[in-house]
């Protein structure tokens, strides 16, 4: 088992992995930096012993973007140049296989605003005619309702 320590980096000291083929358009950016500044830097980035970003480029973009001075990094040595390739790869990719279960989304949003909360884009990433329609479609569909299974939104 690999001990995790977490330390403080300058953003700007960290280096992009130049084959890292999973890009952040501008809008992701944007996201990311809403998103930063409502919860702050909270997910650390992972860096091997040369500084160069194994995971968390784009949080690193926004975090330069904001004019951040430090960020919570995890250094991974233990990792052979080919782990890293495979790691960097399977992170960006195994993320977009998960599904929304949109009735438990909606019942996330339904507790959100009945704790007096405003949804917003910036605090959960999803536009609000979106959320509109997921609570809508909640609303009309009965519990046991067999249509009602994890959709890719």
Request: proline share 5%.
């Given at each position: 088992m690999?001990?995790?320590n977490i330390q403080y980096r300058d953003p700007s000291d960290l280096k992009a992995y130049s084959g890292n083929a999973n890009t952040h358009p501008a809008k992701q950016i944007s996201a990311i930096k809403r998103s930063i500044k409502k919860f702050g830097f909270?997910?650390?980035?992972?860096v091997d012993e040369q500084d160069m970003l194994i995971c968390g480029h784009g949080r690193v973009e926004a975090a330069i973007e904001l004019g951040l001075e430090d960020i919570p990094a995890v250094s991974v040595s233990h990792?052979?140049?080919?782990?890293?390739r495979v790691f960097i790869i399977a992170d960006n990719r195994i993320a977009e296989g998960s599904v929304w279960d949109t009735q438990q989304l909606a019942i996330e949003f339904e507790g959100i605003l009945e704790l007096g909360e405003e949804i917003e884009i910036i605090d959960t990433a999803f536009e609000l005619p979106k959320i509109d329609i997921i609570l809508d479609q909640a609303a009309d569909r009965p519990e046991d309702d067999p249509d009602d299974?994890?959709?890719d939104l």
């Amino acid at each position: 088992m690999q001990n995790l320590n977490i330390q403080y980096r300058d953003p700007s000291d960290l280096k992009a992995y130049s084959g890292n083929a999973n890009t952040h358009p501008a809008k992701q950016i944007s996201a990311i930096k809403r998103s930063i500044k409502k919860f702050g830097f909270i997910i650390p980035v992972l860096v091997d012993e040369q500084d160069m970003l194994i995971c968390g480029h784009g949080r690193v973009e926004a975090a330069i973007e904001l004019g951040l001075e430090d960020i919570p990094a995890v250094s991974v040595s233990h990792l052979s140049e080919a782990e890293k390739r495979v790691f960097i790869i399977a992170d960006n990719r195994i993320a977009e296989g998960s599904v929304w279960d949109t009735q438990q989304l909606a019942i996330e949003f339904e507790g959100i605003l009945e704790l007096g909360e405003e949804i917003e884009i910036i605090d959960t990433a999803f536009e609000l005619p979106k959320i509109d329609i997921i609570l809508d479609q909640a609303a009309d569909r009965p519990e046991d309702d067999p249509d009602d299974a994890p959709v890719d939104l």
